[in-house]
């Protein structure tokens, strides 16, 4: 049976929304929403107390809605179950990660077969006994929802902090932990983001803590063994369009206050070994100036985009003297090299940059002044670097990849400039490197602009356009996606498909242009690119026109809903993922927690009739039509802050009303989860078996699966 010939056979059997008109306006223009009963009046104790707080209207609602989702999916539960274990044996499950050494001990993660969470663990690095300081699985007995974040060690490695949250809402509670008793200490840090810094001389932490609209605005200071509500106030964001994050420089001296939107930064710094010292301003924030800062000896190194050093330099100051003003350039702006991250070591300077979409780690050595590079050679590949816990060191840490090459990860000796394979991930059920094929080509859109697409497909695959695609995009806040080993496309590539990444405006894979590019009123740059790629497989023939399967997340999954809208005939399927597709509604909302914040990245429909008529013109919820739309499954998370549960309710409840074909509608609503999906390593492949079922189904690919 075709694919097409599948779908038309589903009646129109799935729940109906009531509709419910609201009626407002904005700028002299109204906008009707027949489906805003769905934001619950109480979101923010959704967030915190899950789904018994829902109003029971809007429960019963996505209750129903599950419920159909099962039911129509209930014959791929078979195919679900064999992707699920399929996808497993492809995880070492005892893995761990490599040691890293810090001071007397190396640390380290590792899974126990059959578990879910990681255990953290050290060693002394003069040889002893494994330590468990830390069992996710213990810990978590009992949760529907469990999700660690910020496990930091004390720089005396006398406790440990840790942060949980178990609600998916990521509203983290932070606990510390003494580590000769292996005990809990009695005071825990609540309603926080989950990261914790330490003080040189590990008697206090610092933390920032979330207002009750989920926004990181103030920095606190916690002394070991007080209560809470006894924390001193360090620093407090008043512009709700600023977000605080925490950080500490490489030498562990300074703690650094990062407060930021998607355009312009402020950071502060505080002596880590002065308990009792306030924060310090580097530079004043400057509409459109970002900058971020570490530290070494007593000098600043700072990474911006400071005079129109569009794809970033680096510049040094006195720690005593930090202003601008006494800003010296160290690693002059060069146009078209996109510098991504910096690190600080004793004898050392390093940082990422991209170049021709491809990245490459720089090291420059403080005494001589010269400066060499770790790069590849591959068509694509995907390089991180994780450096090192220790300042006085010589050896960074950096992990590389490709669509074909599993992860390796390396120990690099700036000094000798030798590179010492530490890991290579194990693929338990087989992996041929021989026989996938990767490829970086380049499609042509609607402005000429050249759009990087990185394929992958097993080397029998036939390329006369009877393969099925899955087509992989994000395009948004300048965050690139890499060309990077994933076993669980292999379950697709295996079964035939052409699994592809198009690298669309609104990311950096070519520079900050091609962020800026894709942002505010340029945003429909990103779903042409997205449909100039999907065309230019077609053309080539490594897919057909009908047999793409979409699939974006967040901000990718309002390029879904946006690219469905625009043209779907070029897909037979859409998957949406958290998808953010009510974004004129959210962005008038600005009690919601990343509105403000999200403003310079989209534009301010509040303030602007012009950026309320550019939203709206591309909005996927308010350019839902009359028309023929491909199978559409969306996921989404009850207690997701990021991007709420109503958006993909309302945007499907809105398909079923306007749209004229009889193509398969799903909505997934997680009742015990948020932005992220699933805690668990296993229960998040279940998750995955369930969309690539999908995928296999509206392409007509089950009776081979």
């Known amino acids: 049976m075709s694919a097409k010939a599948s779908q038309a056979a589903y009646p129109s059997l799935a729940p109906k929304a009531d509709n419910r008109p609201v009626i407002r306006t904005f700028h002299d223009i109204k906008l009707s929403d027949n489906y805003a009963w769905l934001r619950a009046d109480n979101w923010q104790e959704v967030m915190q107390k899950g789904k018994d707080v829902l109003p029971a209207d809007i429960r019963d609602y996505l209750e129903a809605e599950n419920a159909y989702t099962s039911k129509e999916l209930a ?99 932070i606990h510390i932990r003494d580590l000769t008793s292996g005990k809990d200490h009695h005071e825990s840090l609540v309603e926080t983001t989950g990261s ?175 400066v060499h590079s770790i790069a590849f050679d591959e068509e694509a590949y995907a390089l991180g670097l994780s450096g090192s816990l220790e300042f006085d060191t010589s050896v960074i840490r950096f992990s590389y990849s490709s669509m074909t090459t599993p992860s390796r990860i390396y120990d690099y000796d700036m000094s000798s400039r030798s590179r010492t394979l530490r890991k290579e991930q194990e693929v338990p059920s087989g992996h041929v490197i021989e026989d996938y094929v990767t490829r970086r080509l380049h499609a042509t859109s609607h402005d000429g602009e050249q759009v990087p697409i990185t394929l992958l497909y097993r080397k029998d695959t036939p390329l006369d356009g009877s393969a099925p695609c899955l087509l992989y995009g994000y395009g948004s806040y300048g965050i690139s996606i890499p060309a990077s080993f994933s076993t669980n496309a292999l379950s697709l590539v295996d079964r035939g498909f052409v699994y592809a990444i198009a690298h669309i405006r609104g990311g950096k894979e070519k520079g900050f242009a091609w962020y800026k590019n894709g942002k505010k009123g340029l945003k429909p740059n990103t779903f042409k690119d997205f449909i100039a790629a999907g065309n230019y497989l077609v053309e080539n023939n490594f897919t057909s026109r009908g047999n793409i399967v979409a699939e974006g997340g967040s901000a990718g999954g309002m390029l879904m ?117 699933a805690s668990g390593r296993f229960d998040r492949l279940k998750e995955t078996a369930l969309e690539w079922a999908f995928a296999l189904k509206v392409t007509g690919k089950l009776d081979k699966a």
């Not at 940082?351 to 090291?363: D, F, N, S, T």
């Not at 690219?563 to 597709?581: E, K």
């Not at 974004?583 to 012009?610: F, H, Q, R």
């Open 75 to 173: 014959h791929t539960e078979k195919l679900q179950a064999d992707l699920f274990e399929e996808m497993k044996a492809r995880i070492k499950e005892d893995d761990s990660s490599v040691p890293s050494p810090d001071g007397a001990f190396a640390y380290q993660s590792r899974y126990i077969k059959g578990g879910q969470y990681p255990l953290l663990v050290r060693t002394p690095r003069d040889g002893g006994e494994e330590e468990i300081l830390l069992d996710g699985n213990k810990e978590s007995e009992g949760q529907a929802f469990f999700r660690l974040a910020g496990m930091s060690h004390s720089p005396d490695h006398s406790m440990l902090a840790w942060a949980v949250d178990v609600k998916g809402s990521e509203y983290y509670e």
């Open 196 to 370: 914790a810094v330490w003080s040189a001389d590990s008697s206090h932490l610092y933390y920032t803590w979330l207002d009750d609209n989920h926004r990181p605005c103030k920095v606190f200071r916690h002394k070991l063994g007080q209560d809470q509500k006894d924390d001193e106030l360090i620093h407090e964001e008043t512009d709700p369009g600023f977000f605080v994050g925490l950080g500490k420089s490489q030498s562990g001296n300074h703690i650094i206050i990062d407060c930021h939107d998607h355009e312009t930064s402020e950071c502060y710094l505080i002596d880590a070994r002065d308990d009792q010292a306030k924060p310090k301003l580097i530079s004043a924030r400057e509409s459109g100036i970002e900058y971020s800062v570490d530290e070494g000896l007593g000098l600043l190194y700072i990474l911006t985009n400071a005079d129109g050093a569009e794809d970033f330099k680096l510049v040094t100051a006195p720690v005593m003297a930090p202003g601008r003003k006494n800003w010296v350039d160290l690693v002059p702006h060069q146009a078209g090299t996109l510098l991504l991250s910096h690190g600080i070591y004793r004898d050392y300077l390093t940082w990422m940059e991209r170049a021709e979409g491809l990245p490459r780690i720089q090291i420059k050595n403080l005494t001589s002044g010269a």
């Open 561 to 677: 809903g946006a690219v469905a809208n625009m043209d779907p005939g070029l897909f037979c399927g859409i998957l949406a993922l958290v998808p953010f597709v009510d974004v004129l509604n959210t962005m008038l909302d600005e009690s919601l927690p990343l509105t403000p914040p999200e403003w310079p990245e989209w534009g301010n429909p509040i303030a602007s009739k012009e950026d309320y008529q550019s939203i709206e013109a591309y909005s996927p919820y308010d350019r839902v039509s009359v028309q023929h739309y491909p199978a559409i499954l969306a996921v989404g998370g009850l207690t997701d802050p990021r991007v709420t549960y109503w958006e993909p309710a309302k945007w499907v409840a809105k398909l079923r009303e306007k749209k004229l074909d009889q193509n398969l509608l799903l909505l997934k609503i997680n009742m015990d989860s948020g932005h992220a999906g």
